[in-house]
Nanobody, 125 residues
Framework: QVRLVESGGGSVQAGGSLRLSCAASGYDESSSLAWFRQAPGKEREGVAS????????RYTDSVKGRFSISQNSAENTVDLQMTGLKPEDTAMYYC???????????????????WGQGTQVTVSS
């Protein structure tokens, strides 16, 4: 059984940094682990994904150069380091596990079936 538990959200000012952590267990070794976010009134969007098997990562354009996804094998977590935060990054952030049919689809919501409860990130201007 897949279990995903997010932590690390909070409130910061624009330009600040936060590190989100997802304690992940029970997922298939060939799975993708990803971070999604959903702002009020908006669709849930893929932010970053990682294949633990080979370390391959993918990012949505709006966070490239600012966010970094990584795996902490010692603690069984997948972390999202966020720097240069902007008010438009404000959202609930979710960790997800799944097996996208195509690797290029690793930021598409319907490719994932296991989700955490989410952690709130608020960036003020």
């Amino acid at each position: 059984q897949v279990r995903l538990v997010e932590s690390g959200g909070g409130s910061v000012q624009a330009g600040g940094s936060l590190r989100l952590s997802c304690a992940a267990s029970g997922y298939d070794e060939s799975s993708s682990l990803a971070w999604f976010r959903q702002a009020p009134g908006k669709e849930r969007e893929g932010v970053a994904s990682l294949y633990p098997g080979d370390g391959a990562t993918r990012y949505t354009d709006s966070v490239k150069g600012r966010f970094s996804i990584s795996q902490n094998s010692a603690e069984n977590t997948v972390d999202l380091q966020m720097t240069g935060l902007k008010p438009e990054d404000t959202a609930m952030y979710y960790c997800a596990a799944g097996r996208p049919l195509v690797r290029n689809w690793s930021l598409i919501r319907d490719q994932y079936h296991d989700w955490g409860q989410g952690t709130q990130v608020t960036v003020s201007s």
